[in-house]
Structures are given as C-alpha cells and as structure tokens.
C-alpha cells in the first residue's frame, strides 16, 4: 500500500481559531479522506505552533503564563476541528518534548556540517507576523506588515544564520525539473518571479536572544541558552519531527503541504533549502490557497466580520457541519484568487447541491422504490444500458475523473463528479417518468421490469456517487449507507474506491429504509445569517 503524508499549517495559539484555520484544515481533511478511499496508506497532521512573540504577549495581556495561554487555545483548535469531523492521524504542539528534542537535533546537525554561524542582523521585523521581512518588501509595502498594514520595527540582533544562499541554485533548478513542486501555478510564478527579482538569497536568522521579548519561552539554541530558536525555524520541523520515527519515517517526504498564500515564501524557499541542508528528501508539493473575504469585504476585527469560531459553531447549528464542509471545499479559495464567505451565497449552494442535489435524489428514489417494490432494491434483469444510458461506463468515467483530480488536489473536481452523477440522475428520472410508468403495470405487467431497470439504475449510480461526496459530507453519506443496506468503507480490510464503486454493488433484494426526512432539508433564503452558536 503506497504512503501518503498530508500536512497543514500549525497554527498560533495568540488566539482561537477562525475559517482560515478551519479552511485549510478541512481541505488537509477532505484530501486525507480522498487517498484513504484511493486504497493509500494516509498519515494527516495539524497542530499549534506555540512559540511565538506574540504568544508571549496575548499571554500578559490575559495574566496567564505563555504555557497556560498556550494550553487554552491549543484546546480550541482541538475543538474546532472536532466540531468540522477533521480526521487527522496526530496533533503536534511544539511545546512537546517529542518536537522539542528532535529541532535540537536538526540544528546541532545544521551546525555541524557548517549550514549554521553566528552573526549581526539588522532588518525589518513584522511583529504582527513574526517574522522579518527583505529590505525590497519592506520599501514595496511601506514598512508596513504586507499581512496586517502595522508598522514594521527595525531592530540589529546577534543571531545565529542559516546559509540559505548557498541553496539558492539547487532550489531553482528543483523548482524548474517539478512543476507540481509550487501550486497553483500562480504561486509557483509568484516564488519565481521573487527568486529573480532579489540579489541572490541572503541567510536568514535563526536565533533570536533569550531577552528580546520572548524571555525563557521557545526552543535554546544548542549549547548556546542565552539565545532562543526563532519561531518559524522551529515551526517548519514539525513536518520532519513527528515522523522522524521507526514506525513512521517511510511517510516522509510529504505528499503536500497545505497552507495559506501568506506563508509561502517559507515553506517553498526556507524550508526546501533546509532540508537540503539536512540532506532530506524534498516535499512532493507545496499547496497556497487564497484568503476568504466576507460578503466582498476583508475579514477584520474592526469591522467585526470575521468568520469566528462562534459563527462557525452556529452554521454548523443550523445547517450541519457536512453542509459548512462542502461550502468551504466546493466554493473556497484554492486556487489563486480569494473567495467570498456570503451567506446568500451558502444558502444557495446548500438548497441547489445538497438540498436539492443528493437529498432530494436519494429520497425520491428511496420513495419509489418504497412504493413500488415494497422497500427492497429492485432486480434490473442484467440491463445495464437503458435508454441510452450506459450507467456502468458513466460511473466509472466519473470515478476516474474524480481520483485524477483529487490526485492533483482538485479537489471541487472531484466533488463535481458526484454532482454530475446526482444531476444525470436528474435528468434520467425526468426522462423515463418511473412515476407515469408505474401506473401502466395493471394493464402492461412488463412495464414493471422496465421501472425495476429504471430504479436500480438510479439507485445504483447515487451508491457510486455516495462514495465520491463522503469525503465532503462523511456523516451525510453515512446516514446513507445505513438506509440502504450498506457499510461504510474500510480502507484496512481492502476496500477502494475502484472495487467499492465497481457496477452492482447494490444487490437486488436488499432493504431500503427512505428515512423519515432528507439527507438535507431546504433552507429559506430570506432567513437571515446564524449568529454566534
């Protein structure tokens, strides 16, 4: 079985988690699930990066110590994810003894084959983002944060360096062999174009001294206390750390990284040159989605837009966390351009593609078969193409469609499959009137086998198309499975999705309980947005 590792940001515990987080998170999911169902061995890891500045800072501005302040919202991110069904394999926090020895070790070899020295920096810091910025950044954004528009600080520290310039080549030329190395294609040319633009890489710090701000919290450089890891240094081996073990080290490299546009030129510059450095192999891809906004405005606390935790909590309330999954991945931003979090807008989606799309599908032809042939999956008598339908080759396309692009993290391609399928359904019962058909048995008896080759066609292809939406909405289609007579699948005892979704599956005979209400039930457009749950 092939090894799949998935990775997502590891996220600042300064405060709770937002749609941001949850964003990339669910995406890291969804792709987990989708190679689980592929028939690969998934490993998916999250967490909190917790050494930061401003840790320190939100801490003493709430009276706690870093720990305590680190403990509470590592707890939230825990929660969140919870609460969106997230089923990552681990949770690393980089307080943890696990992640804390092996950085030591990381650097210490650094050292030792002269990857690491001691110097003067003096540059631009973004306090807001905790990190420092280039001089040429620094002028195009005004010495303001290019994230948070705050004033940048000019400080000179004595840190110990990385000499990333001395991988500067290397890289470029593994940028140029992989295309699939940078994603989107946008945020590769953006790396590029940065790459071509500078004077040559310049080494970055990687140490910051025990008092500037940051006191006693964070990793101490090897043999040297009196000066701490710097934050993202220490952040970016938790990739390595966690599966730099016997039972998990054939999981490395990672399949992709998944994270937001604004952490890129760290983990497709930084973090590939220390690697090779390290002498590791390289990630397979690195992966920057865009932002969200809300309703075409940027999310930002003064205007008191943001998609929180709290709203989250209440879209979940009231409309299940399988509905706000699908939102986020079938209308989120994962390519290069920002996506728009309007409530219309989900309410739409929701009524037209889950509502109205594989609810209403299902339960009409649970209905049918119900009525008709008291409850029990019709036999279709070996007709498999029907009407000018050939559903076995119209499935099965749509299966290898939708493995290619989730293989290639398209991951609304893939979902759009199942939509096809639930729509071509649609259209099939729109055509052959099952309905009208059933009210000619008593004068035509052999219309019933023509409404038995109808039904099992329906039904069988929603089963087909059930097992490329469970990744989105795993507790929909589970509902689903139990209703028809199914079980879940198993990756551990064999089951993929090229056998589970072979034509025939549903066997003529079994119960179907229609359930006494949809998978999901239609939402009034003119309600207006939930609040805090």
Same mark, same amino acid.
């Given at each position: ?75 939230? +991110? ?8 997230? *089923? ?13 020895? !092996? ?39 005004? +010495?303001? /944060? ?17 000499? @990333?310039?001395?991988?500067?080549? !290397? ?13 989107? &294609? ?14 040559? @890489? ?7 001294? *025990? ?6 919290? %964070? ?5 040297? #206390? ?13 990739? @390595? ?11 490395? #490299?990672? /399949?992709?990284? +998944? ?58 309330a009231r409309y299940s966390r399988d509905a706000f999954r699908y939102f986020l991945i079938t209308h989120g931003p994962l %390519?290069?351009?920002?996506?728009? +979090? ?5 309410? &739409?989606?929701?009524? *037209? ?31 498999? !193409? ?63 086998? &023509? ?11 929603? !089963?087909?198309? /059930? ?25 551990? *005892? ?24 949809? @998978? ?9 947005? #939930?609040g805090p749950a």
């Amino acid at each position: 079985m092939s090894k799949c590792y998935l990775t997502t940001p590891i996220y600042y515990v300064n405060d709770r988690p937002h749609i941001g987080h949850c964003y990339t998170t669910t995406v890291g999911d969804v792709a987990a699930r989708y190679q689980r169902l592929f028939g690969r061995e998934v490993f998916f890891l999250t967490g909190t990066d917790e050494h930061a500045e401003k840790v320190v800072t939100a801490a003493q501005e709430h009276g706690l110590t870093p720990a305590q302040w680190a403990d509470r919202n590592a707890a939230e +991110f825990r929660a969140a994810f919870a609460l969106l069904n997230i *089923s990552n394999d681990d949770f690393i926090r980089t307080s943890q003894a696990r992640h804390i020895e !092996r950085v030591l070790r990381y650097i210490a070899k650094l050292q030792e084959h002269g990857d690491v020295y001691q110097g003067d920096y003096t540059g631009w810091y973004d306090t807001s983002q905790d990190e420092y910025l280039t001089e040429t950044v620094a002028k195009e954004s005004g +010495f303001n /944060s290019p994230v948070t528009g705050r004033p940048l600080v000019k400080r000179t520290e004595k840190n110990y360096f990385f000499k @990333l310039s001395a991988y500067q080549d !290397r890289l470029r030329k593994h940028i140029a062999d992989n295309p699939d190395f940078i994603m989107p &294609e946008a945020r590769r040319n953006e790396v590029i174009g940065r790459l071509d633009a500078e004077e040559g @890489l310049r080494d970055i710090p990687i140490s910051r001294a *025990s008092g500037g701000g940051v006191g006693g919290w %964070g990793i101490p450089m090897p043999a040297d #206390p009196g000066h701490r890891i710097y934050v993202w240094i220490d952040a970016l081996f938790n990739y @390595l750390s966690v599966v730099d073990t016997e039972n998990r080290r054939e999981f490395w #490299p990672p /399949s992709a990284h +998944f994270l937001a546009k604004d952490i890129l030129w760290f983990h497709a510059v930084v973090w590939p040159c220390m690697l090779m450095a390290l002498g590791e192999p390289l990630p397979r891809s690195v992966y920057a989605h865009a932002y969200w906004v809300r309703d075409g405005r940027k999310m930002s606390k003064s205007l008191g837009n943001f998609v929180d935790l709290d709203v989250i909590r209440g879209y979940v309330a009231r409309y299940s966390r399988d509905a706000f999954r699908y939102f986020l991945i079938t209308h989120g931003p994962l %390519g290069s351009t920002d996506a728009d +979090f309007a409530h219309a807008k989900f309410v &739409e989606v929701y009524n *037209s593609e889950l509502a109205n799309g594989i609810g209403n599908a299902t339960s009409r032809v649970a209905n049918m078969i119900a009525k008709y042939f008291d409850g029990r999956v019709p036999d279709p008598a070996g007709v498999e !193409r029907h009407r000018e339908h050939d559903w076995p080759s119209i499935c099965r396309a749509a299966v290898e469609a939708a493995i290619a692009r989730a293989d290639s993290f398209d991951l609304r391609g893939a979902v759009d499959q199942a939509v096809g399928l639930v729509r071509r359904v649609d259209g099939y019962i729109n055509l052959t009137e099952p309905f009208k058909l059933a009210k000619t048995i008593e004068k035509n008896p052999a219309a019933k086998g &023509e409404l038995a080759a109808i039904l099992y066609h329906c039904a069988e292809a929603l !089963r087909v198309a /059930s097992l490329l939406f469970a990744p989105v909405i795993p507790d929909a289609m589970g509902t689903l499975w139990k209703r028809w007579g199914l079980a879940a699948p198993d990756p551990a *005892s064999g089951d993929t999705l090229a056998r589970l979704a072979a034509w025939g599956g549903l066997k003529p005979g079994t119960a179907i309980d229609k359930g006494e209400a949809g @998978l999901f039930m239609r939402a009034d457009p003119a309600e207006a947005a #939930p609040g805090p749950a």
